[in-house]
């Protein structure tokens, strides 16, 4: 039997190019990967993290921005424990999909999952979208917030640790008192990164982009 307490389930949902992989891979492998490609399908990764002295498995499933997933995609919503929702700070466009996001959530994943709002690619010098604009936002839908950037590791760690320890919270809470043996949580709330709302807005259909910026 592997060493591990608790078996998390984290997916990673947003348009194409916001950089979903590149977080993943500066998470899981400390690097920022040059020329990464567009993920085809469903990517998945695992790293075991020790929060509060609990050894900690994250399953990280990195889905394809493109459209045409989705269906695929769609697939992944329903056993996730957190999902990180991410658009690209100097990208409006990924910005205003984030309602078409949200849907998806509302309609494929548990109602209770812990959803997080991330903006990335805070390095960049060209940002679109004020933070308090992404702020509001997470805090009108339900949703933590946190911004990063997979290029320079700002918060990268820090978003990855906050929902395993959030995770851990929520499992254990369940948990009988007599109960060690590993266990998973099946719904969440983080307590360090935002706070919460109680609204899932509805929109028209807004295609991904297909096109990576760096
Ligand atoms: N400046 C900057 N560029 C980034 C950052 N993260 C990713 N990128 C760039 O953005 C582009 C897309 O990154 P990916 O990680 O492939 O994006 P993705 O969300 O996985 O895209 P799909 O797999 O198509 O859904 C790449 O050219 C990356 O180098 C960041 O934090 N800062
Ligand atoms: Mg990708």
């Known amino acids: 039997m592997e060493d591990y307490k608790f ?10 190019g916001v950089g979903k992989t590149c977080l993943v891979r500066r998470f899981t492998q ?9 993920t085809i399908g469903v990517d998945f990764m695992i790293k075991t ?3 509060e002295g609990e050894k900690i498995k994250l399953q ?17 919503y329903r056993s996730a424990h957190a999902l990180i929702l991410v658009y690209d700070i100097s990208c409006q ?5 984030l309602p078409d996001w949200l849907r998806e959530i509302q309609e494929y994943a548990n109602s209770k999952v812990l ?3 991330v903006g990335n690619k805070t390095d960049r010098d060209d940002r679109e979208i004020p933070t308090q604009i992404g702020e509001e936002f997470a805090k009108q839908h339900d949703m933590y917030f946190l911004e990063t950037s997979a290029k320079e590791a700002e918060n990268v760690e820090r978003l990855f640790y906050e929902i395993a320890a959030e995770l851990i919270e929520q499992a254990r809470s369940k948990e009988p008192i007599s109960q060690h043996s590993r266990s ?11 706070s919460k709302a109680n609204y899932l807005s509805q929109s028209g259909c807004c295609s991904s982009l297909s096109s990576h910026s760096t």
């Open 7 to 16: 078996l998390f389930k984290v997916v990673l949902v947003g348009n194409a």
């Open 30 to 38: 400390g690097l920022f990967p040059p020329g990464q490609g567009a």
């Open 49 to 51: 993290v020790e929060v």
């Open 60 to 76: 990280i499933w990195d889905t394809a921005g493109q459209e045409r997933f989705r269906s695929i995609t769609q697939s992944y």
């Open 93 to 97: 466009p990924t910005f205003d999909c």
């Open 115 to 117: 959803k997080i709002l």
């Open 184 to 194: 998973t949580a099946d719904s969440i709330g983080l307590s360090s990164l935002g």
